[in-house]
Each structure stands twice: as structure tokens, then as C-alpha cells.
T-cell receptor, first 112, second 113 residues
Framework: DGGITQSPKYLFRKEGQNVTLSCEQN?????MYWYRQDPGQGLRLIYY???????QKGDIAEGYSVSREKKESFPLTVTSAQKNPTAFYLC???????????FGQGTRLTVV | GENVEQHPSTLSVQEGDSAVIKCTYS??????FPWYKQELGKGPQLIID?????GEKKDQRIAVTLNKTAKHFSLHITETQPEDSAVYFC????????????FGTGTRLTVIP
């Protein structure tokens, strides 16, 4: 099936550890995005990439890093520098940077 | 930057009744307004969108209206069904791309059978 796959669905980490969230799409989309969702808040953009080997910071990039070595993959690393990493993380993709976005199922990260 | 406010935060309706969710935005240059539905434990799904050159758009039981002068837009769901229960998000953007979207804080809709 075509779509966006995020894994794992639930992730637990100890404070101070880096953790990488996976996002893969087989839609042949050029653009990919990472959002963070907290209770009672709207989605906030962390990073986005409009083309392979290129990415830009979103509104809340501090404490996160990304890579875009392949068109279909856009992993997000939550580093120990992120002060409040526990959240629901959503990956999205779109055909281009100017077309509608499709979201994955999300990864719920809990840092203890 | 853009600021999107969404009301109400929770909404309960009887099955078959209508539901209305309202959003206001601050940036007069915004011209793309999508609505997303998010079911529990899943990612948001685009259900309808509207651009600033249109005042209203309908898709079966769902409609969106836009008032550019007042800078507000609304989602209308008629003949609600239990499967409409979810969290709904509005967003506003100057462009279509997801890197430009500013989201509201969401409305949890519960349809009571």
C-alpha cells in the first residue's frame, strides 16, 4: 500500500539519550515534514525538506536534527538538548512544497 | 507571524444534529485554509480545504465557509454520525505547502448516538 510509515508507534527513552524516529514514504513525494503535537496545542513544525540533501528549520527546531539522504526517508533525531521531548511526533509528505500534505500515524515518544 | 484561534475546544452533539467549528486568523495575506480530522492515535487527515478566492465549499456532509473581511472561517458538519467523533484542526497559510501551515489548537467533537 502507498503511504507514510512512522515507526515505532510508541517509544520510551531515558533522559539524556538521543533517539531517532523513522519516517518512510513510498508516494514519490519530494517534500517531507516533521511536526510535534502536544496536548491542547496545534501542530508545530520542527523541520522540513523540499528535496533530497536539503532541509530547513521550522518553528521549533532547537534540540532536533534531521537528514534527507534518500527521497523516501526523513528520520528525526531528538537530542538530549531538547528540554521537553515527551510528545506525539508526526511526519508528513507532499508532492511538492506547494501541494497538500499527507500525515503518517505518528510516534508517541516518552522520555523518563 | 500568523495566529490561528479555534473554538470551541470541545463540542458534543446528538447524532443527526449539525456541528460548527470556528477559526479566526490574523494574517490578511493567508489564502489557504485546510481542515484536518484526527482520530485517536492516528495522524491528521485532510478533509476539506478552501482558498481565498472562494467563499464556500461543500463536500457531501461537510462544508467550509470563509469570510476574508472578518478573517474567520468555519467547518460545518451536517447529519452527524458517531464516526465523525474526532479532533478537528483548522489551519491557515499564505501558501499550500505544509511548511507554511499555522494550526489551531483543535476541537474535540463527540457525536452521541
Amino acid at each position: 500500500d502507498g503511504g507514510i510509515t512512522q515507526s515505532p508507534k510508541y517509544l520510551f527513552r531515558k533522559e539524556g539519550q538521543n533517539v531517532t524516529l523513522s519516517c518512510e514514504q513510498n508516494l514519490n513525494h519530494d517534500a517531507m515534514y516533521w511536526y510535534r503535537q502536544d496536548p491542547g496545542q496545534g501542530l508545530r513544525l520542527i523541520y522540513y525538506s523540499q528535496i533530497v540533501n536539503d532541509f530547513q528549520k521550522g518553528d521549533i527546531a532547537e534540540g532536533y536534527s534531521v537528514s534527507r539522504e534518500k527521497k523516501e526517508s526523513f528520520p528525526l533525531t531528538v537530542t538530549s538538548a531538547q528540554k521537553n521531548p515527551t510528545a506525539f511526533y508526526l511526519c508528513a509528505s507532499s508532492m511538492t512544497g506547494d501541494t497538500e500534505a499527507f500525515f503518517g500515524q505518528g510516534t508517541r515518544l516518552t522520555v523518563v | 507571524g500568523e495566529n490561528v484561534e479555534q473554538h470551541p475546544s470541545t463540542l458534543s452533539v446528538q447524532e443527526g444534529d449539525s456541528a460548527v467549528i470556528k477559526c479566526t486568523y490574523s494574517d490578511s495575506a493567508s489564502n489557504y485554509f485546510p481542515w484536518y480530522k484526527q482520530e485517536l492515535g492516528k495522524g491528521p487527515q485532510l478533509i476539506i480545504d478552501i482558498r481565498s478566492n472562494v467563499g464556500e465549499k461543500k463536500d457531501q456532509r461537510i462544508a467550509v465557509t470563509l469570510n476574508k473581511t472578518a478573517k474567520h472561517f468555519s467547518l460545518h458538519i451536517t447529519e452527524t454520525q458517531p464516526e465523525d467523533s474526532a479532533v478537528y484542526f483548522c489551519a491557515a497559510s499564505r501558501k499550500t505547502g505544509a511548511n507554511n501551515l499555522f494550526f489551531g489548537t483543535g476541537t474535540r467533537l463527540t457525536v452521541i448516538p
